[in-house]
């Protein structure tokens, strides 16, 4: 089955407080979108990916792409408002032989090929596919109000909470419908229009490391796991460098 990406990068971040837009910041001296498209990209299930970015970016992402050798890039093409507006740019380039549509934020650069596998062969069997990770904190409802702040108004059993991400991969068919019939609604995620449908999306257990960069402080974090991937990798090629001389 053919499966096309769209990786939603045209966010500001005004939350990072940088000058740099966000998905242009740089982890291990490479920006984080190249990161995010590098791991996409070097999924055998994955076939062509289209990028959604800021207007002003397009340039920008273009010459990074051509510098880093980003494989499997079909189009470069702006964002819109919000991001629903951006994907819904997205889908409107996909081929007509297309079966399955995997969306990915592009501040998510530690999506890796196994995830990627896993959910695609999910949406391939059930239509609709979501990864996520059971919440670790407790979570309360709290309402505000003007006359006396902040209350809590109930504590919310966790074992049945997750913290979901992407990717998040459908059917063509299901995800073109919801953007037709849902897609001017105020959407946190490409699964909640899909489950407007009346769908059951299947849920796979993803990565507590599989972070979206949204503050400063998810920077930092980035940057940690990023140094312990690459001294993990660095470690694997000098046993495998040594077995081989040994032989």
């Given amino acids: 089955m053919k499966t096309e990406a769209i990786v939603a990068a045209a966010g500001v971040g005004k939350r990072l407080r940088a000058k740099t837009r966000k998905p242009y910041l740089k982890i291990l001296g490479k920006p984080i979108l190249i990161h995010t498209l590098q791991a996409v990209s070097s999924s055998t299930d994955i076939n062509k990916i289209i990028v959604v970015v800021n207007r002003l970016d397009k340039e920008l992402c273009c010459a990074l792409v051509k510098k880093y050798k980003v494989k499997k890039i079909k189009a470069i093409i702006a964002g819109g408002r919000e991001r629903r507006d951006s994907v819904r740019n997205g889908l409107r380039l996909l081929d007509k032989d297309t079966d399955l549509v995997l969306t990915h934020d592009g501040v998510r650069p530690f999506i890796d090929r196994q995830l990627i596998k896993k959910s695609v062969g999910c949406a391939k069997r059930f239509g609709a596919c979501i ?51 849902f897609g001017k609604i105020r959407a946190t995620d490409d699964s909640m229009l899909v489950e407007k449908l009346g769908v059951k999306v299947r849920a796979i257990l993803g990565s507590y490391n599989n972070i979206k960069i949204t503050t400063p402080e998810d920077l930092v974090v980035a940057r940690v796991i990023a140094s312990e991937r690459s001294e993990r990798s660095n470690l694997k090629r000098e046993i495998a460098s040594a077995l081989r001389a040994s032989q």
Avoid: M
Wanted: charged share 30%; proline share 4%.
């Fill in 131 to 181: 990864v996520g990770v059971p919440v670790k904190a407790t979570i309360k409802k709290v309402k505000t109000q003007k006359a006396k702040g902040k209350t809590v108004e109930a504590t919310l059993d966790r074992s049945n909470l997750w913290e979901i991400q992407t990717p998040q991969v459908f059917k063509k068919g299901l995800i073109l419908k919801a953007y037709e019939r």
